[in-house]
């Protein structure tokens, strides 16, 4: 007997839309949610729009702790009460915000599709979305509340016939499906991940192994984006008269008339993708004409307190490293704020610098990136603890007032207050900047780190969930980096033995101290010889240069340094 012939199965396909809902990924060109996405939608001849959601969870005030989870249901149950609090995105970093986004509405009107931009929690606005919408997203497994929003929206999908779909996109520079080990097993050193993705050494070499894990190439924007769905409307969704206004859209989103007005009295640089783009061409082009070997400070310059593969100062001729970036207020690529939110791909920085006489310097910076990434991946909720990953006890403390005082830049210690108050003013703080001033909250005023890097997420420009807690981990030793991040050994240090090591670095590098005197004037008129330690000064001289301390600057909170006798020593 024959057996029965199977009928073949129908699989129904959804009848809403295709939607993509942009998070930080704000760009066209390579990424691959996106193309995904519009695939999808020109396979079953369904309408397809973009959604983007200004979370308010993301950008009011709260206290330190995750926001998604307000009643602590998903903290440990020995979670110690939390006195701080701290805005999630101050004003100025939320205008480039609305800029990236408004520039990336206005790219896909002009492929004849559109950018839904709306203001709530993304689980109830993508939640208003016709029943049997498909939503694809780029999903970020570093960030602890990031993961919990993925959540929510999935959970609300399903209870509306809907579904969340996810994919790795091209934030990282590495697809997670390339990486030869398993996330759990991620090297805790950034040599040992340098080695394990078969760089020879990524401290002094760009060479590597032949069986080295490719970086993908970069894929285009999709040439086919289909139309949106008529009459659309969502919950949340911003009126074009207040999306068009700047200020009344820092409104909407929370923003009081004292924030706004400070936050566009600063120029900031021009946001989304083209900006981005621009950018980094207008840095490839310099690389030709613009050598180390040309520029006369970098030959004065020393870096003996910065991870510069053991170096004490510049060697000659072209460092490809471009280590003395690291020793000044500029930084190297500047383009830190447009990876923050998307506007640009780690591979395509990567793959255009391959032909720069710099690419050791961009390839460097660029896994550091990814060594952090990685890092809050594998340890998720532990990252944001005050003992860390590793469990480090230390007698932390959590003054408000000296907790106050670092934030506005009033420690007198001019360097350190000249850091907080550009941070402050531009959103911006260069690498020694960070790590100095992050060194001396922790192991100077045996502060809390938390406190501070909960300032940051505030604060900086180019906030990354994984680059501002990886590098204060890095500092605070709770578990991010080599063997000494882990052995719970590093105490605080009354002797304040690094801090003047890392300030006489800073007064080899600026002697005449023309980064202080722009950020902290107070102390214009201040000796070149007393500039970063101004405790020296006689009471005369204060009249003179009309700076008496603890009248108009402050004493230093810790008291006289002596700089003088620090030497360069191994890092």
């Not at 029965?4 to 691959?32: E, F, I, M, Y």
């Not at 932390?396 to 003013?425: F, H, M, N, S």
């Not at 605070?476 to 801090?499: M, Q, V």
Request: proline share 7%; with cysteine.
């Amino acid at each position: 007997m024959e057996p029965a012939t199977k009928k073949p199965r129908n699989v129904q396909v959804s009848k809403g839309p295709c939607v993509w809902w942009a998070r930080n990924d704000l760009r066209v060109q390579d990424n691959p949610v996106i193309r995904l996405v519009c695939g999808a939608a020109l396979v079953d001849g369904r309408p397809f729009v973009g959604v983007f959601c200004f979370d308010p969870r993301f950008l009011d005030k709260s206290p330190y702790g995750r926001v998604t989870d307000p009643n602590f249901e998903k903290s440990i149950s020995t979670r110690k009460p939390i006195n701080f609090s701290s805005r999630k995105t101050n004003a100025l970093r939320a205008r480039f915000w609305v800029q990236c986004v408004l520039q990336l509405r206005e790219e896909m009107r002009a492929r004849g599709s559109d950018l839904l931009i709306c203001y709530g929690k993304p689980e109830e606005v993508l939640a208003s979305l016709p029943t049997g919408t498909e939503v694809k997203c780029q999903n970020e497994p570093v960030s602890i509340e990031q993961t919990d929003v993925e959540q929510f929206v999935a959970k609300a999908l399903i209870a509306k016939g809907s579904k969340l779909r996810k994919d790795p996109g091209a934030m990282s520079l590495y697809h997670p499906d390339d990486l030869p080990f398993d996330i759990k097993d991620r090297p805790e050193s950034y040599s040992a991940l340098g080695w394990a993705l078969g760089w020879t050494d990524i401290w002094t070499t760009m060479d590597q192994e032949a069986n080295a894990t490719p970086v993908r190439p970069c894929v285009p924007a999709p040439t086919n984006i289909p139309k949106p769905p008529e009459g659309l409307t969502l919950q949340g969704q911003i009126p074009e008269e207040i999306l068009l206004d700047e200020a009344k859209m820092l409104k909407h989103l929370g923003y009081s008339e004292e924030e706004i007005k400070k936050a566009q009295a600063q120029p900031i640089p021009q946001g989304g993708e083209a900006a981005a783009r621009e950018h980094l061409e207008g840095w490839l082009s310099r690389q030709s004409i613009q050598l180390q070997s040309d520029n006369p400070q970098a030959s004065e310059a020393v870096f003996w307190d910065l991870p510069c593969a053991g170096q004490e100062g510049p060697s000659k001729g072209h460092d490809p490293f471009q280590w003395v970036n690291l020793s000044t207020a500029d930084g190297g690529l500047r383009i830190s704020h447009y990876m923050a939110v998307g506007c640009i791909s780690a591979r395509e920085i990567f793959n255009r610098a391959k032909e720069t006489p710099n690419f050791a310097m961009v390839a460097h910076r660029l896994l550091w990136r990814d060594f952090h990434r990685l890092y809050a991946i594998k340890y998720h909720r532990r990252i944001a603890w005050l003992q860390g990953p590793a469990k480090v006890q230390r007698s932390w403390k959590d003054d408000p007032e000296i907790a106050e005082a670092w934030k506005k830049g009033l420690t007198g210690v001019p360097y350190i207050d000249a850091c907080q108050r550009e941070l402050a003013t531009t959103g911006w703080l260069a690498y020694k900047g960070r790590k100095t001033s992050a060194h001396f909250l922790v192991f100077d005023l045996w502060m809390d780190w938390r406190i501070g890097a909960f300032h940051d997420e505030e604060c900086l420009f180019d906030y990354d969930f994984a680059m501002n807690y990886g590098n204060w981990a890095v500092v605070s030793k709770i578990g991010n980096g080599g063997a000494s991040a882990w052995d719970g050994s590093r105490e605080f240090d009354p002797e304040h033995i690094d801090l003047r090591w890392k300030l006489r670095a800073e007064q080899k590098n600026d002697p005449s101290g023309s980064y202080i005197r722009k950020w902290v004037p107070e102390l214009k008129n201040v000796p070149d010889k007393h500039i970063h330690s101004p405790w020296y000064m006689t009471e005369d001289e204060m009249k003179a240069s009309q700076c008496v301390l603890g009248t108009d600057y402050p004493k230093s909170l810790v008291g006289p340094l002596e700089l003088e006798s620090c030497q360069p020593r191994a890092w």
